[in-house]
C-alpha cells in the first residue's frame, strides 16, 4: 500500500471532520498531484469539482477533504506552496486546474537552492505570513478542524527549511491541533531504511503500539486470528506498559485504483502504523554524521551567508546550537522510553531506583544536553 492509500485508510476511520492538507516543495506538491487524483476518484469528483453521475450520495462524506461552494462545485482544503513558481505552474496549467482556487496556490519568485537556511530564515520567512494567512481562512470555514496533513520531503530548501518554519508557527496558532507530515527521506536506497527499521524493531526495538488498517473484504474473525499469532512469536515484542499494543479499524470499502496506475486492482488491503524504540538508533547515526560534517564545517559557509543577510542574531552562534540541542533532545528522548521500558519490567528494582530516575529526567529536562546550558 502506497503513501496515499495508507493516508485514505487512516482518514477512513477518523470522524467526519475537516482535515487542511499542505503541500510543501516540488516533492510535496508531486505527492499532492497524485493524492488529489485519488481522492476525486475515491469521492465520485470529477477534475472540474463537480459531482460525477454516479457519485456516492452519503451525507457529509466529502466535508473532511472537500468544501462545497454555493454553485455545487467542490473544492479541496489543500494549499500549494513553492518559493519558486514552476512546479506550482504546473498544476495551474494540468488536468485538475479547475479544481483549486487560485488563492490555493502560492509561489514565491526565488527558490531556496537546496538550502534550508534560505528556506527557514531568509525567503522562506517573507512567504510564510502569507501562507499562515491563507491556511488560517481556511480553518475559519471548518466547522470542527480535526488537523493538519503536510507533505514534504527533508531534503532541498523549501520541503525542509520553509516547513520546520511553518511548523513551528503552527505549533503556536494551532498547538491543540493535529498535525500528520508525510515526508520523502532523502537516502540512495529508500527501501533499505525501511526495512532495516522493520529488521531492528522485531530484533532489538520494541513497539509502543501497533495499528492495522484494513480496507475491503476483510473478516473480523480473520483479523483477531491474524492478531493471535502474531502474539505468539517472541521475535516481536511490545513495551511493558503497554502489553495489547494493537488497535484495528476495518472499512469494508475496497482500495481505489487510479486507471493505468501502478498498483493493481484488490479486493483487500491493510496498512500498518507503528511506533518503535528502534528508530532510536536511527536518530543515533544520523546525529553521528551531523557531527563528523560540522566538524569539517562542512556547508557551514551557506549559513553563515545567509546570517549575513539577516539582521536576526547570526545562525553561527544560535542556529547551529539550537539544532544540537534539538538532534540530541529527539535522541534523548527515545533513549529515555527505552531505559523507562527496562525500569519498569522489573518492578522491584523500579521501586529502589525510581527516585533515581525520576531526578535524572528532571535534570535533562532543566538543562539543555548539546551545550549544558538552562
Not at 73 to 81: E, F, G, L, S, T
Not at 219 to 228: E, F, G, L
Request: aromatic share 12%; net charge neutral; hydrophobic share 35%.
Amino acid at each position: 500500500m502506497n503513501t496515499r492509500d495508507a493516508l485514505l485508510t487512516f482518514l477512513s476511520f477518523c470522524p467526519q471532520r475537516e482535515c487542511i492538507s499542505v503541500h510543501i516543495g516540488q516533492a510535496g506538491i508531486q505527492m499532492g498531484n497524485a493524492c488529489w487524483e485519488l481522492y476525486c476518484l475515491e469521492h465520485g469528483i470529477q477534475p472540474d469539482g463537480h459531482l460525477a453521475e454516479d457519485a456516492p450520495t452519503e451525507e457529509n462524506m466529502y466535508t473532511t477533504f472537500f468544501q462545497e461552494t454555493g454553485r455545487g462545485k467542490y473544492v479541496p482544503r489543500a494549499i500549494y506552496v513553492d518559493l519558486e513558481p514552476t512546479v506550482v505552474d504546473v498544476v495551474r496549467s494540468g488536468p485538475y486546474r479547475q479544481l483549486f482556487h487560485p488563492e490555493q496556490l502560492i509561489n514565491g519568485k526565488e527558490d531556496a537552492a537546496n538550502n534550508y537556511a534560505r528556506g527557514h530564515y531568509t525567503i522562506g520567512k517573507e512567504q510564510v505570513d502569507l501562507v499562515l494567512d491563507k491556511m488560517r481562512k481556511m480553518a475559519d470555514a471548518c466547522s470542527g478542524l480535526q488537523g493538519f496533513l503536510v507533505f514534504h520531503s527533508f531534503g532541498g530548501g523549501t520541503g525542509s527549511g520553509f516547513t520546520s518554519l511553518l511548523m513551528e508557527r503552527l505549533s503556536v496558532d494551532y498547538g491543540k491541533k493535529s498535525k500528520l507530515q508525510f515526508t520523502v527521506y532523502p537516502a540512495p536506497q529508500v527501501p533499505a531504511l525501511y526495512y532495516w527499521v522493520a529488521e531492528k524493531s522485531s530484533t532489538f526495538g520494541k513497539y509502543m503500539a501497533c495499528c492495522l488498517l484494513y480496507r475491503g473484504d476483510v473478516v473480523p474473525k480473520d483479523v483477531n486470528s491474524a492478531i493471535a499469532a502474531i502474539k505468539t512469536k517472541r521475535s516481536i515484542q511490545f513495551v511493558d506498559w503497554c502489553p495489547t499494543g494493537f488497535k484495528v479499524g476495518i472499512n469494508y470499502q475496497a482500495p481505489t485504483v487510479i486507471p493505468n496506475g501502478d498498483m493493481a486492482p484488490t479486493q483487500r488491503a491493510v496498512c500498518m502504523i507503528s511506533n518503535t524504540t528502534a528508530i532510536v538508533e536511527a536518530w543515533a547515526r544520523l546525529n553521528h554524521k551531523f557531527d563528523l560534517m560540522y566538524s569539517k564545517r562542512a556547508f557551514v559557509h551557506w549559513w553563515e551567508y545567509e546570517a549575513r543577510a539577516t539582521v536576526c542574531v547570526g545562525m553561527e552562534c544560535w542556529g547551529w546550537e539550537r539544532g544540537g540541542c534539538r538532534k540530541v533532545a529527539s535522541e534523548t528522548n527515545s533513549e529515555e522510553l527505552i531505559t523507562f521500558s527496562l525500569v519498569i519490567r522489573n518492578k522491584t528494582q523500579y521501586n529502589s531506583d525510581n527516585e533515581h530516575e525520576h531526578e535524572a529526567t528532571q535534570s535533562a529536562g532543566q538543562f539543555c544536553l548539546y551545550c549544558q546550558r538552562r
